[in-house]
């Protein structure tokens, strides 16, 4: 039975009885090991007293073990409370103390995610960029020139005849000094300023051999690299030719011209929803308290510090603060307030306006998310019931979705011209160099 | 001379295995000797250490072992063992916590 002794914010401080045979149990179990482990001279295995035992253990160590075994029943009898099941657990609870008289009253710290206040967030305004025509025209051009440079047709150059810039290149290489195998390998001869092997295959011909240094290596290996072909590469005309060669649907190069306008436009309307969505949802941060005690905080960072740590990913992440540990330890701090105003938020929203995320819309976005590894509806479904982390991942993110849209109804969303954009940048850059000047 | 050992000369130190352990219960108490010392010397260092009163005490000697450490040889330390029954009623309770 969990007895709450205290509750200060998100903070719930709870005692936990172990009866006294438990105690005992852990008593003995704690003794059965230390036989089985700890050899002394003179007795067999598991044979020697415990209070020689005790003697040479220590009663403070064997005391200790034995706590740790209770404070582990204590864990598995609070998992298995009702109320505790009940609870929005942020954290594992944290052991404060344990009383070990006839039963043992242990006693634990359970942070729960933080209750949240919101401020209103109607008739908010957001900015979304605006998509010109001019701008579609030009990524068309764009898309349209990558094409012809994918379908590009190859006609080998004659032998006298050398590498240039924009030539479709075969060549084999080895390690330098190594008896091995070559190898082949086929590339487009780009600018040479952006690479040095584009640099040194410049004007070879076939049968020519090249040495290239990996400079991205970190044992710097030299390559040993003979041209075996040179193709020019002869870019198509742009026509209707090409626009069926490229895609069969398209009958003229005005259609296929068409189709990349509408495929650029819908992919700009999905990075404007995401981009919507990620707004609110930010705003809705900043419109957010969190009724949360610094402790509670602090213990979540040192959690994810020590998760880091165990999946040996902790100096990574330090490597991006300069291995400064305070100031990692802040961003953790704003990443982690940030995470659960929304989370906080969200959720209430959700429950005051009755928004929910059905199985099927899990199962359904769960097929989006796996469409390329072709697996069938019932492997999806296994899939999803163990995996409870991933199922409540795909949960989280619909219902942040859900809450975002129902947010975004009650928001003014301006489309802020391009021009509008620019004359806003020159007017910031105009400030900045006049406070410059004045300094 | 052997004449001359104090009680704490005599015991070297009590030996505490599974076997003797087993026979605290009976007041049988075993320990290491010095080796020059008889029975009576034992009895005698164990009444005045321990305050009992003592019923009997058998002594056997160890000898030492050959033993080999690689290319050296040599032999394991001889030493004389003294089982120590005390009469009824007594017992010795610096050890009554060992069990």
Redesign the interface.
């Known amino acids: 039975m969990l007895e709450i002794i205290k509750e200060e914010e998100n903070v719930k401080t709870v005692k936990v009885t172990v009866e006294s045979e438990k105690v005992k149990e852990a008593t003995e179990k704690v003794f059965d090991e230390l036989s089985k482990n700890v050899r002394i001279k003179g007795f067999r295995k598991g044979r020697v007293p415990r209070n020689l035992l005790k003697t040479i253990v220590g009663t403070e160590e064997i005391e200790d073990m034995i706590k740790e075994k209770v404070a582990d029943m204590a864990l598995d009898k609070l998992y298995e409370d009702e109320e505790f099941k009940k609870m929005n657990v942020m954290l594992p609870p944290a052991l404060v103390s344990i009383d070990m008289g006839e039963d043992a009253k242990v006693v634990f710290e359970i942070h729960l995610y933080p209750e949240v206040e919101i401020d209103s967030l109607e008739g908010e305004e957001i900015e979304i960029p605006e998509l010109k025509e001019e701008d579609v025209e030009k990524d068309v051009e764009e898309e349209l020139e990558r094409l012809r440079e994918e379908n590009a047709v190859l006609e080998p150059k004659g032998e006298n005849e050398v590498v240039e810039e924009g030539d479709h290149v075969e060549i084999e290489y080895h390690v330098t000094g190594k008896e091995e195998t070559p190898r082949t390998f086929d590339f487009v001869v780009k600018d040479p300023k952006s690479s040095q092997l584009f640099q040194d295959i410049l004007g070879k011909k076939v049968g020519d051999t090249i040495e290239f240094i990996d400079e991205r290596d970190e044992n710097k290996t030299s390559y040993t690299m003979k041209i075996t072909a040179i193709h020019r590469r002869i870019l198509a005309n742009l026509d209707d030719e090409f626009a069926k060669s490229v895609d069969v649907e398209a009958e003229t190069l005005e259609a296929l011209k068409q189709k990349l306008r509408e495929k650029i436009k819908g992919s700009f309307n999905d990075f404007i929803k995401t981009f919507e969505a990620n707004t609110i949802l930010n705003r809705l941060a900043n419109k957010t308290k969190l009724k949360m005690s610094d402790h509670s905080l602090e213990l979540f960072i040192n959690h994810v510090i020590m998760r880091q740590k165990e999946n040996k990913e902790y100096e990574k992440s330090l490597k991006d603060f300069k291995g400064d540990e305070n100031a990692y330890k802040e961003s953790l701090k704003k990443e982690i307030t940030n995470y659960l105003k929304i989370k906080g938020a969200v959720e209430k929203i959700a429950k005051e306006k009755g928004i929910e995320v059905s199985e099927e819309e899990i199962f359904e976005k769960a097929k989006e998310y796996y469409s390329s590894m072709n697996i069938s509806d019932e492997r999806l479904k296994v899939t999803l019931s163990k995996e409870k982390e991933l199922h409540d991942r795909i949960k989280n993110d619909l219902l942040h979705d859900k809450v975002a849209e129902e947010l975004l109804k009650s928001a003014k969303i301006v489309v802020k011209k391009a021009d509008e954009e620019n004359n806003a940048e020159e007017d910031k850059k105009e400030k900045t160099e006049e406070e410059k000047t004045d300094e | 001379m052997a004449n001359d050992l104090t009680p704490y000369d005599v015991i070297i130190r009590p ?7 087993l026979n605290f219960a009976n007041s049988t108490y075993t320990f290491e000797v010095d080796s020059r010392v008889n029975k009576y010397q034992v009895r005698d260092a164990i009444e005045k250490l321990y305050n009992v009163e003592v019923e009997n005490v058998r002594i056997m000697n160890y000898k030492g072992k050959p033993k080999r450490y690689g290319r050296s040889e040599g032999y394991t330390r001889s030493f004389k063992k003294a089982v120590v029954k005390l009469r009824e009623g007594f017992k010795i309770q610096e050890f009554e ?3």
């Open positions: 030996i505490i295995t599974e076997k003797s352990t916590g060992l069990i």
